[in-house]
């Protein structure tokens, strides 16, 4: 993908802050290896840094076209799947192109339908607009929240960027946080209330809409929302309807000018991209389907099968690559490493992370681009079909939050009394969860369970899918490496959104519609495997490394922690059994272990953004 920044400003010169520009564009340089660009007059800079994928020779950016004397300047993060129909319509009404890349095809569309042509976009997309002539800025964001935006207002500035790290890097913008960024970082962590920027002044434009800058200050606006309303179609008609939207959802997804690979977990959803994929090449006449994998060394002798993780990935692995002959690619991380690279993971998220769940994925993107450009994933079939426990387990569809952490309790001892009384917990995340559930839309005619599991999902695809997003992308760009997500494709979500509990739970099996809508594309055993999720590691000295490196950052009197945790009690927990106390206190994977590589992160990141309270 790439990396985008800007600066409006209608009162300085701009012209002559082209060093804070040039500051803010090499804060992305990973995200775009190959090319970067700036384009500055006097009240607009905008900045790129670009990873080449479609037409390398003709996609520069910032890109500049004209229509007469007007003049339009974009700066783009993103693909668009619909390329060829957009194009062929606006060549319909007189446009020419000079390029193949979609970068002119989304421009040209805002130049012909303005606002209004992010609703003709198929894709995933972050992108600035400078109209020079009418001096305005518009912005958007794809409707599923895949590509990252983030801006701040200064005075007369409004400054914005793919990552925080390049809003930090305008020295308008400085790294403080208050309650309510203490009470993001420590009670919802690592996830993030859709919009909040974590410091202060720093906002995130949120999925699905789109922000216009004049003037006369900002106006956000809404294109896209989740709309409720009967499912008229029987089971059958229902799966094949699945089946259809995601073959030409990965259709779309594996165009490329540059060789695709898929990651392979052996679950259902890797292994059907790799299908899909694998066929796509058969047809193409390109080859072998490259295919990577993730395991951690000596796994196989410390994995204990439990209810979040019924059995081991490896031998799954093995069976889809034999079954569809592809080129694959075990990627093995060691221990030391793994923990190791807990910091240079929170750079790369500028945020405290999923911990090992994202150096994990760091370090296997790493190992994946010395050979790949671009890879399709499974993430977030999960959140649309319902993968997870707390679609299942009574006890987490009925908690009064947030089910992925239905004891946000736990948390509490683990700060220091007078942060408690600063930021409020339980009435942060109670308040927080209760904004969700108002913002539902609602279907009068369900029965309250139903009602419910409409809650449920809707809180999984706004509030904890995000958090999914949000690690493929940071981890991914921190070296250059493009995942595409077909299942979140929006056509996907719309339709599955309003499809009965009682059919998405076909056969009372996780995801059981979409098991039967890949019927024929997979082995019946994988088929119906039951549902493991991302592997993590298993082996005890993961856990006395960063139990001790916690420890060690703790006690440190430089260690801005020290002002927020309570150590004490930190210390207490070290001293138990966390193997014997495997709470998941974020999702499935995160408990004992995970908290002190949060802490980890949690200081690092500190340090290194010179965080300061506020």
């Given at each position: 993908?790439?990396?985008?920044?800007?600066?409006?400003?209608?009162?300085?010169?701009?012209?002559?802050?082209?060093?804070?520009?040039?500051?803010?564009?090499?804060?992305?340089?990973?995200?775009?290896?190959?090319?970067?660009?700036?384009?500055?007059?006097?009240?607009?800079?905008?900045?790129?840094?670009?990873?080449?994928?479609?037409?390398?020779?003709?996609?520069?950016?910032?890109?500049?076209?004209?229509?007469?004397?007007?003049?339009?300047?974009?700066?783009?993060?993103?693909?668009?799947?619909?390329?060829?129909?957009?194009?062929?319509?606006?060549?319909?009404?007189?446009?020419?192109?000079?390029?193949?890349?979609?970068?002119?095809?989304?421009?040209?569309?805002?130049?012909?339908?303005?606002?209004?042509?992010?609703?003709?976009?198929?894709?995933?997309?972050?992108?600035?607009?400078?109209?020079?002539?009418?001096?305005?800025?518009?912005?958007?964001?794809?409707?599923?929240?895949?590509?990252?935006?983030?801006?701040?207002?200064?005075?007369?500035?409004?400054?914005?960027?793919?990552?925080?790290?390049?809003?930090?890097?305008?020295?308008?913008?400085?790294?403080?946080?208050?309650?309510?960024?203490?009470?993001?970082?420590?009670?919802?962590?690592?996830?993030?209330?859709?919009?909040?920027?974590?410091?202060?002044?720093?906002?995130?434009?949120?999925?699905?809409?789109?922000?216009?800058?004049?003037?006369?200050?900002?106006?956000?606006?809404?294109?896209?929302?989740?709309?409720?309303?009967?499912?008229?179609?029987?089971?059958?008609?229902?799966?094949?309807?699945?089946?259809?939207?995601?073959?030409?959802?990965?259709?779309?997804?594996?165009?490329?000018?540059?060789?695709?690979?898929?990651?392979?977990?052996?679950?259902?959803?890797?292994?059907?991209?790799?299908?899909?994929?694998?066929?796509?090449?058969?047809?193409?006449?390109?080859?072998?389907?490259?295919?990577?994998?993730?395991?951690?060394?000596?796994?196989?002798?410390?994995?204990?099968?439990?209810?979040?993780?019924?059995?081991?990935?490896?031998?799954?692995?093995?069976?889809?690559?034999?079954?569809?002959?592809?080129?694959?690619?075990?990627?093995?991380?060691?221990?030391?490493?793994?923990?190791?690279?807990?910091?240079?993971?929170?750079?790369?998220?500028?945020?405290?992370?999923?911990?090992?769940?994202?150096?994990?994925?760091?370090?296997?993107?790493?190992?994946?681009?010395?050979?790949?450009?671009?890879?399709?994933?499974?993430?977030?079939?999960?959140?649309?079909?319902?993968?997870?426990?707390?679609?299942?387990?009574?006890?987490?569809?009925?908690?009064?939050t947030f089910p992925w952490s239905p004891r946000p309790e736990i948390r509490i001892p683990w700060l220091k009394p007078e942060v408690r009384s600063w930021i409020k917990p339980e009435k942060y995340v109670r308040e927080r969860y209760q904004e969700a559930l108002d913002e539902v839309p609602r279907?009068?005619?369900e029965e309250k369970y139903s009602a419910r599991m409409r809650e449920i999902f809707y809180l999984s695809l706004t509030r904890f899918m995000p958090t999914l997003l949000d690690r493929k992308d940071r981890m991914s760009m921190a070296f250059g490496l493009e995942i595409r997500v077909p299942f979140?494709?929006?056509?996907?979500?719309?339709?599955?959104?309003?499809?009965?509990?009682?059919?998405?739970?076909?056969?009372?099996?996780?995801?059981?519609?979409?098991?039967?809508?890949?019927?024929?594309?997979?082995?019946?055993?994988?088929?119906?495997?039951?549902?493991?999720?991302?592997?993590?590691?298993?082996?005890?000295?993961?856990?006395?490394?960063?139990?001790?490196?916690?420890?060690?950052?703790?006690?440190?009197?430089?260690?801005?922690?020290?002002?927020?945790?309570?150590?004490?009690?930190?210390?207490?927990?070290?001293?138990?059994?966390?193997?014997?106390?495997?709470?998941?206190?974020?999702?499935?994977?995160?408990?004992?272990?995970?908290?002190?590589?949060?802490?980890?992160?949690?200081?690092?990141?500190?340090?290194?953004?010179?965080?300061?309270?506020?």
């Amino acid at each position: 993908m790439c990396g985008i920044v800007g600066w409006i400003d209608w009162e300085q010169e701009l012209s002559t802050k082209s060093h804070i520009l040039s500051a803010m564009v090499e804060t992305l340089a990973a995200r775009g290896p190959d090319a970067q660009g700036t384009y500055i007059t006097t009240h607009a800079a905008l900045g790129h840094r670009r990873l080449s994928v479609i037409d390398p020779a003709g996609g520069a950016q910032p890109m500049i076209r004209f229509r007469g004397e007007q003049k339009f300047v974009i700066t783009y993060n993103g693909e668009l799947y619909n390329t060829p129909e957009l194009k062929a319509e606006l060549e319909a009404r007189g446009h020419r192109f000079t390029t193949h890349c979609d970068t002119e095809v989304l421009l040209v569309a805002y130049i012909e339908w303005g606002e209004a042509c992010v609703e003709k976009f198929n894709g995933i997309y972050a992108f600035g607009i400078w109209d020079e002539t009418r001096q305005s800025l518009f912005l958007a964001r794809d409707r599923i929240g895949v590509k990252p935006l983030f801006y701040a207002e200064r005075g007369s500035s409004f400054i914005f960027g793919s990552e925080l790290k390049a809003l930090l890097a305008n020295p308008l913008v400085q790294p403080e946080i208050d309650a309510e960024g203490l009470a993001e970082i420590f009670m919802l962590g690592p996830a993030r209330t859709p919009g909040h920027g974590i410091f202060r002044g720093v906002h995130e434009l949120k999925p699905g809409y789109s922000l216009m800058y004049t003037r006369q200050g900002k106006v956000i606006k809404r294109y896209w929302a989740l709309e409720s309303r009967e499912h008229s179609e029987d089971f059958a008609a229902t799966a094949a309807r699945v089946r259809e939207l995601l073959i030409d959802a990965a259709r779309r997804q594996l165009v490329s000018d540059v060789p695709i690979c898929t990651l392979l977990s052996g679950g259902l959803d890797s292994s059907v991209l790799t299908a899909l994929a694998a066929k796509s090449n058969e047809q193409l006449g390109l080859g072998s389907l490259s295919t990577y994998s993730v395991d951690y060394v000596d796994n196989d002798l410390y994995f204990k099968a439990n209810g979040f993780q019924p059995n081991a990935d490896a031998p799954w692995v093995t069976r889809v690559s034999e079954y569809f002959g592809t080129n694959h690619h075990n990627v093995l991380l060691d221990i030391p490493e793994l923990a190791a690279s807990l910091r240079p993971a929170a750079l790369a998220r500028d945020l405290p992370g999923m911990a090992d769940i994202d150096t994990s994925l760091y370090l296997f993107c790493r190992e994946i681009k010395k050979k790949a450009t671009v890879a399709l994933s499974g993430e977030c079939a999960d959140e649309i079909f319902g993968g997870y426990p707390w679609f299942r387990r009574e006890e987490m569809i009925n908690a009064a939050t947030f089910p992925w952490s239905p004891r946000p309790e736990i948390r509490i001892p683990w700060l220091k009394p007078e942060v408690r009384s600063w930021i409020k917990p339980e009435k942060y995340v109670r308040e927080r969860y209760q904004e969700a559930l108002d913002e539902v839309p609602r279907l009068p005619s369900e029965e309250k369970y139903s009602a419910r599991m409409r809650e449920i999902f809707y809180l999984s695809l706004t509030r904890f899918m995000p958090t999914l997003l949000d690690r493929k992308d940071r981890m991914s760009m921190a070296f250059g490496l493009e995942i595409r997500v077909p299942f979140c494709d929006h056509r996907i979500v719309e339709y599955v959104w309003n499809v009965p509990w009682e059919m998405k739970n076909a056969q009372n099996r996780e995801k059981g519609l979409l098991r039967y809508a890949l019927d024929g594309i997979l082995p019946e055993d994988v088929l119906w495997r039951k549902k493991s999720p991302y592997p993590k590691t298993h082996n005890p000295a993961y856990t006395n490394i960063v139990v001790k490196d916690a420890l060690e950052v703790l006690s440190q009197a430089s260690s801005p922690l020290r002002d927020l945790v309570a150590i004490n009690k930190v210390s207490e927990i070290a001293k138990g059994d966390l193997a014997a106390s495997n709470i998941p206190w974020f999702g499935q994977l995160m408990s004992g272990p995970q908290l002190f590589a949060y802490l980890i992160q949690a200081d690092y990141w500190m340090r290194q953004y010179k965080v300061q309270i506020v």
